[in-house]
């Protein structure tokens, strides 16, 4: 079955800091890849997906571009602030109508 | 407005009983599916359900029971067979095959059992 792998956190960044999540799949076929954010005591949000190889998903200010050589999916924002501090999910779609989740990367944003 | 209700949101539970969680959708969607979320763990799928009167076992499914009679509504029972039933759970629905389209979630029903 697919495998999401990205980094732990929790990453604490400073506003208006440059953000980089890192996110990398092993998927039998292709996927597509998509980002969830989830706040405080709240169900997840998509965040933004990208369907094929190369493909840039944004939102928001993030993007993510999905990278068939590498097998990644890293989540980039060039300047974060304090809302922006939530957990943030790197997923992949597979076989059987499912989705497969990272372990999910807190962010600390401080003024 | 549409969206996913899932209720109640904290619930406590003895050890040896059972407990059905509620998630209920107006989106109109066929696929329904449900999440346990643990600190360090991420999501995993317990089980899901593409259309009325069907559904699959998921990554975790032992010791979890569903039902799917209506579109609207997938309710998820934890058994007493549950060893660690402790934990986060989140519903979520899809108008079709995930690949192509966007999971919503509900906002999660915490189980704690005492």
């Known amino acids: 079955g697919n495998s999401v792998t990205q980094m732990e956190g929790p990453v604490t960044l400073s506003e208006e800091a440059f953000l980089t999540i890192n996110c990398t799949y092993t998927?039998?076929?292709?996927?597509?890849l998509f980002w969830y954010v989830q706040y405080p005591g709240e169900g997840l949000q998509l965040l933004l997906k990208?369907?094929?190889?190369?493909d840039k998903g944004s939102n928001k200010g993030f993007e993510a571009t999905y990278r068939k050589e590498t097998t990644s999916f890293h989540l980039e924002k060039g300047s974060v602030q304090v809302s922006d501090s939530a957990v943030y999910f790197c997923a992949a779609s597979g076989g059987g109508n499912k989705l497969t989740f990272g372990t999910g990367t807190q962010l600390k944003v401080e003024l | 407005d549409g969206g996913i209700t899932q209720s109640p949101k904290y619930l406590f539970r003895k050890e040896g009983q059972n407990v059905t969680l509620s998630c209920e959708q107006n989106?109109?969607?066929?696929?329904m599916y449900w999440y346990r979320q643990d600190p360090g763990q991420g999501l995993r799928l317990i089980y899901y359900s593409q259309i009325v009167n069907d559904f699959q076992k998921g990554d975790i499914a032992e010791g979890y029971s569903v039902s799917r009679e209506k579109k609207e509504s997938f309710p998820l029972t934890v058994t007493s067979a549950q060893k660690n039933p402790t934990a986060f759970y989140l519903c979520?629905?899809?108008?079709?095959?995930?690949?192509?389209?966007?999971?919503?979630f509900g906002q999660g029903t915490r189980l704690t059992v005492v």
């Open positions: 979520a629905s899809s108008t079709g095959l995930i690949m192509n389209t966007e999971a919503f």
């Open positions: 998927a039998t076929g292709y996927p597509s």
């Open positions: 989106l109109n969607h066929d696929a």
């Open positions: 990208a369907t094929k190889a190369d």
